[in-house]
């Protein structure tokens, strides 16, 4: 099956359903290439430009970091959370993971043919696009329950990886995993070298995100919060137990959820959070309501030519994905969170650019 | 009110039911001083006597960080769990989370006084510890609820860091976070020298025990898994969001909760598993089904001199609280699983003997 990429005349409604949902429950492997650099001689972040953006980073560490400083935070202490969509790779046109839940269609009918003929999953493997993007969300929610449960973790994960590894974006022709900022990886690498832990807070599936986490950003499975499902624990004929994953919400890891799955994985207030929606909107303030110095970011994909460009709140399109409103833009403005603009703040976007 | 310790005529059943409940539901920082300590000139596990469960964990531990051996595990995927009760610190008679529920009561009854009558709130406020005892799971799942939920994440953690700071075991008359195993933490120590991370994995509370994990263990918040409630979040009058505890069951980490906590809040599958009841044992079989060298250690508390005597396993009384069963004990034998023998194993057990 192809790569599903709406095509203009899409249901926009539907599609941002599409994205709404999928934070709701979700869950790769790659042999990607973009991961975390070397620190260059230029000193930090050279992929940034100079401007209000880089220097609310630097300033942001300097004063966490000096000993002599008001705003020291103890290097045990040092919690930083990214949201990964659309802050740490592309989102747009679809979440990444909607996509892989698309194309595994095929296998699952393969393992179960008596779903050949049955909706949802007839239309999905007829290919045509413009049905698939209306498939109501109850239609969807079956997709998503049988391409992400109903498996062992480690079938899941063996099944991503592979996924991953053969999986082309079509605008880039590159692996998605490729499809990450480089200037994002060079805050994540200055930060970690600063002795920040970081987390990835997202909304979409814990499980999915787990896969290449280590090997895109250098973040290890266990500082992977997002939304996340049961497993149930069982034993095979041979006595061997597994973790099945099951059709069970636990932690719908988006808006209000993202503090609460912080609370629930990492239990402590993070001094920097990154994101790029209204998804991320409850994250930012609850790194913002503590203590000393805090670090708020939120990226504005405001670059058409070299990624996209969406977000009413800069006069830009609407998208499905990654929903940057004006309230959201009042708001930032309002308690002095920093805004980062993709096409003035970012030298270059991705790593495999030169 | 007086710690609560049942005597001697209790209903066991009640209490089984007591010790049963807790861990699904539950969830503290002191001024305790049993910390981790600083490797001994002569050698790790100093507490520890000659025999096969110290041998045991030096030589998994050799085997895994000898890069030239079959067993070796690479440094960012060396990962070790602890139950926590009965393991690290005593839980007998009775679990120090429960304990603490009941002592709250009154504190929680003082800010709402409609329930200074109405049971099961009455009847500990009698202070009549047979009549404690032998209150219906009902009444307890709501002194649990009462005690543990229902304020922001903030206040309870004050709240048991206070209490943590003044309550005093009634056998030792010490803080219940000195009541932790000098032997244990010593492993802790060395296992954390070579490059292992430390997960506490508890059927009691997760914000409970990582009210002190750091300061008692030398282990971080987000290392710590347990029976976690959900959270919800909201904003105060003044517009500062706050995190609420919800009465909602998020994880029974119990059992074979534990596996699926792990995964959960880990994603990955453990090296070495630390337990002493059948409540850890899907925990010891998970973290053994993983290939290549695997600790496997069972505390069995038979040194009534020192600690106390409980386990049928070894022909001792039955407890309320960690049950190691004579199905446990087979288990252990049949697949190599260490038990480490409290009165044999352990030169002493609290780090305040000399």
Redesign the interface.
């Known amino acids: 099956m192809k790569p599903i990429v709406p095509s203009s005349g899409i249901n926009r409604r539907v599609l941002l359903a599409i994205g709404a949902l999928l934070p709701a429950w979700s869950e790769l492997l790659l042999t990607g290439s973009a991961r975390a650099q070397t620190t260059p001689e230029g000193g930090p972040l050279p992929s940034w430009n100079d401007g209000a953006a880089k220097q609310a980073i630097l300033d942001f560490v300097r004063a966490t970091i000096d000993q002599s400083s008001p705003s020291h935070v103890a290097p045990?202490d040092r919690i930083a959370v990214f949201d990964q969509d659309g802050t740490l790779w592309v989102e747009h046109p679809m979440y990444t993971q909607v996509i892989y839940c698309l194309e595994r269609v095929p296998a699952v009918v393969a393992k179960k043919p008596e779903l050949r003929n049955v909706e949802p999953f007839k239309t999905v493997l007829s290919g045509n696009r413009e049905a698939m993007v209306k498939l109501p969300i109850r239609d969807l929610e079956k997709i998503l329950a049988a391409t992400l449960t109903g498996m062992s973790?480690e079938e899941f994960n063996a099944e991503a990886r592979k996924w991953l590894e053969t999986a082309r974006d079509p605008r880039w022709k590159r692996p998605y995993t490729e499809l990450v900022y480089q200037p994002m990886l060079e805050v994540l690498r200055y930060l970690r070298d600063n002795g920040y832990?970081i987390y990835i807070v997202t909304g979409g599936g814990?499980?999915f995100v787990?896969v290449y986490a280590?090997q895109v950003y250098g973040i290890?499975?266990?500082q992977?919060v997002g939304t996340?499902g049961?497993?149930?624990?069982g034993y095979a004929k041979d006595g061997?137990?597994f973790?099945t994953k099951e059709p069970k919400l636990?932690?719908n890891n988006d808006n209000?959820?993202k503090?609460?799955g912080i609370?629930?994985?990492?239990?402590?207030r993070p001094n920097a959070a990154f994101g790029n929606s209204v998804g991320d909107r409850?994250m930012l303030?609850?790194t913002a309501?503590g203590a000393g110095a805090r670090l708020k970011m939120l990226v504005l994909h405001d670059d058409a030519a070299r990624e996209y460009a969406y977000g009413p709140a800069a006069g830009l399109p609407a998208s499905r994905v990654g929903t940057f409103t004006p309230e959201l833009y009042d708001e930032a403005k309002k308690k002095g969170w920093t805004v980062i603009s993709m096409k003035n703040d970012w030298k270059r976007i991705f790593t495999f650019e030169q």
Chains 1, 2 share one sequence.
């Open positions: 045990e973790v832990k814990q499980d787990r280590q290890p499975p266990e992977v996340a049961g497993t149930k624990f061997k137990p973790l636990l932690l209000a959820g503090p609460e609370h629930l994985m990492i239990g402590r409850q303030e609850w309501a």
